[in-house]
């Protein structure tokens, strides 16, 4: 890794660093991305099926909320995904709200896609040293520490 500068305060240190994390992880998302692109999913409803298969089942509300997006946003994302029957609405014991799932349809699409990007990743990486690979390893264990604190 990088050794920190004597002169760097540890709070500039750790603004470069975050620096260097966050654009790493947004061009690696946007690389293996492309990967999707072979699924007919736009991504705003391929991240919306990954919230239902990986959390379950959610309403319309927790779903936008989940996804940071408005009800109204998410209702036109679902309707794709119901069109496409990778979705599927359940009523749930209060008649009023209903409960979106994924169908074996979506959750088959969903991990066929998550294969191709892992596969993609694991591909590069095996171009890379064993001390290289070690140290990926190091780091992506980081990064799940990471995102658990944030």
């Given at each position: 890794m990088h050794e920190r500068k004597h002169n760097i305060a540890p709070q500039d240190e750790a603004h470069r660093i975050g620096d260097l994390l966050h654009s790493a992880a947004i061009h690696l998302l946007r690389r293996?991305?492309?990967?999707?692109?072979?699924?007919?999913?736009?991504?705003?409803?391929?991240?919306?099926?990954?919230?239902l298969v990986f959390l379950g089942p959610r309403s319309l509300k927790e779903l936008a909320e989940a996804e940071q997006v408005?009800?109204?946003?998410?209702?036109?994302?679902?309707?794709?995904?119901v069109r496409a029957g990778l979705v599927r609405r359940q009523t749930t014991t209060d008649k009023r709200r209903l409960s979106l799932e994924a169908t074996d349809k979506g959750t088959k699409i969903l991990w066929k896609g998550r294969q191709r990007r892992v596969e993609l990743v694991a591909r590069t990486l095996q171009t890379f040293s064993e001390d290289e690979?070690?140290?990926?390893?190091r780091v992506a264990e980081f990064l799940q520490k990471l995102v658990a604190r944030l």
């Amino acid at each position: 890794m990088h050794e920190r500068k004597h002169n760097i305060a540890p709070q500039d240190e750790a603004h470069r660093i975050g620096d260097l994390l966050h654009s790493a992880a947004i061009h690696l998302l946007r690389r293996v991305r492309a990967q999707d692109r072979t699924m007919g999913i736009g991504p705003a409803q391929l991240s919306a099926l990954s919230v239902l298969v990986f959390l379950g089942p959610r309403s319309l509300k927790e779903l936008a909320e989940a996804e940071q997006v408005r009800p109204p946003t998410m209702s036109r994302i679902v309707a794709g995904l119901v069109r496409a029957g990778l979705v599927r609405r359940q009523t749930t014991t209060d008649k009023r709200r209903l409960s979106l799932e994924a169908t074996d349809k979506g959750t088959k699409i969903l991990w066929k896609g998550r294969q191709r990007r892992v596969e993609l990743v694991a591909r590069t990486l095996q171009t890379f040293s064993e001390d290289e690979i070690q140290e990926a390893a190091r780091v992506a264990e980081f990064l799940q520490k990471l995102v658990a604190r944030l």
